[in-house]
């Protein structure tokens, strides 16, 4: 009897044993559960864009003497790009477009409804190149198909340009038709463009990490002047940078 009695405690014992080891290891295991669901939680950080949209947008042409006496106006035409370049620079995107042929007598001004704005993405390390080239024509139809050219590839050269190395070309007269060969447009075109009278040309230069956080608009004044074949000639070309 007394032996039953020991068994039946042992009994009690044991069970109570698993019970107190099972409860534990529940503990344990919720314990372990909620130390790794604690730990694996994560938090995320937002990317902070960085790129900026350059546009730029032609004011004012205003013919102050002109290069043709004779005829008393110039057949002007006006072409400008923006073009990007990365650390190496070598040409990433190009966006081009031209104005005229236009006659221009002395005095008059061309204002800025009259020109297309053009605008493009730098990317954080990025350069841009914003090039004018001002022209006076003297092959009227040769100047005009060579314009329509550049024009209908102005938006196909927003696709991205490889192997034109700027570095190579020193002059803004060079650096468009670079841009423009980059783009698709053949040098012959550009050959034949050139020969027109050069009146003047511009490029200015625009580092997208010196730039200020303040300021948002970079206007431009230039004053193209010169002599051709005894005449003298002075044209004033406004634009502005804005940046957003």
């Avoid at 001004?109 to 990025?126: D, N």
């Avoid at 550009?190 to 050069?198: E, G, I, T, V």
Wanted: aromatic fraction near 8%; charge should be neutral.
């Amino acid at each position: 009897m007394f032996s039953i009695h020991l068994q039946h405690i042992a009994k009690r014992f044991t069970f109570k044993k698993i019970v107190f080891f099972f409860a534990i290891s529940l503990c344990f295991t919720a314990c372990k559960s909620a130390k790794v669901a604690s730990t694996t939680s994560t938090v995320t950080t937002p990317v902070v864009k960085k790129d900026k949209i350059v546009e730029i947008s032609i004011k004012s042409i205003e013919a102050i003497d002109l290069e043709e006496d004779l005829s008393f106006a110039d057949e002007v035409s006006l072409t400008y790009a923006l073009t990007l370049v990365d650390e190496n620079k070598k040409i990433l995107k190009v966006v081009n477009t031209s104005w005229g042929v236009e006659s221009l007598k002395k005095g008059q001004i061309v204002k800025a409804e009259q020109f297309k704005k053009l605008e493009i993405v730098i990317p954080e390390k990025g350069t841009l190149l914003s090039s004018v080239i001002l022209m006076e024509v003297d092959n009227y139809e040769k100047a005009m198909s060579t314009i329509k050219k550049i024009n209908e590839l102005g938006g196909l050269a927003k696709i991205p340009a490889t192997i034109i190395n700027i570095a190579e070309y020193e002059t803004p007269l060079a650096i468009v038709f670079a841009s423009l060969q980059a783009a698709g447009l053949g040098l012959k075109v550009a050959d034949r463009f050139d020969q027109d009278d050069l009146l003047g040309q511009s490029t200015f230069e625009l580092k997208l990490d010196s730039l200020s956080n303040t300021q948002k608009n970079y206007p431009v004044d230039l004053t193209f002047e010169g002599e051709h074949l005894k005449n003298t000639f002075r044209y004033k070309l406004t634009y502005e940078l804005k940046i957003r």
